[in-house]
């Protein structure tokens, strides 16, 4: 997953920069960072490193710093704030809009059965709409399966605040051999826990106890703070 360059808000997006997949039909996927200016320009709106994913046909600018701002697919931490008639309306992150969150975007979830979450809850979702006029939505299932896939409630467990780089690396794939996977899988060699990894910059950690919980997150944090190398961590 190389960084092309480093880029600033109001560059151009070369198209020599962009990635080319094998197949060809497979569209153009814009991540976090990036606008599509019709009918084919490409400007960069945050400053950081321009990161491109040939396989996924995706580009994207990588920014550790700044304000969370909610991509489609993306995994979120929430904590509810208040519920309406149909839907929880939820925090992903401070000094926005409240995201919505239905009450039978759940698995299984019907008007009797649907989850009773009070404020303060913790909910692990999926962004399935973000648009600057519009409060994004979150559900807590897959459509297509109608299964949960981990989503849900968190109940018990901390909360740790991290970087929005940290967190994007924390969810790459262990197959990119680079990233903050590594450091849960180091820790996970001596420890049990759970984790929840937000895009938002947050995780939910739960192990055994207090203490083994607070280990988990700091040792996060404290790697995240120091920018280690993949080798360090």
Known sequence: MPAASFVIPGDIIPTEDLPMPSNGSKPLKLGPGLRHTPPSTIS????????????????WVENSTGRYIPQIHDVVIATVHHSSTDFFHCAISPYTTFAQLPHLAFEGASKKTRPQLVAGSLIYARVTSASKFMDPELVCVNPSTGKSEGMGELKGGMVFSLS??????????KQTNEGGQLVLEEMAKKLAFE????RNGLVWVKADGVRETLLV???LQKADKASFGVEEK
């Open 44 to 59: 960069a709106v945050l400053a950081g490193s321009l990161c491109i994913e040939p396989k996924k046909n995706a580009i």
């Open 195 to 198: 984790v929840a990894i937000g």
């Open 164 to 173: 929005l780089g940290m967190s994007r690396s924390l969810l790459a794939k």
């Open 217 to 219: 997150g700091r040792a």
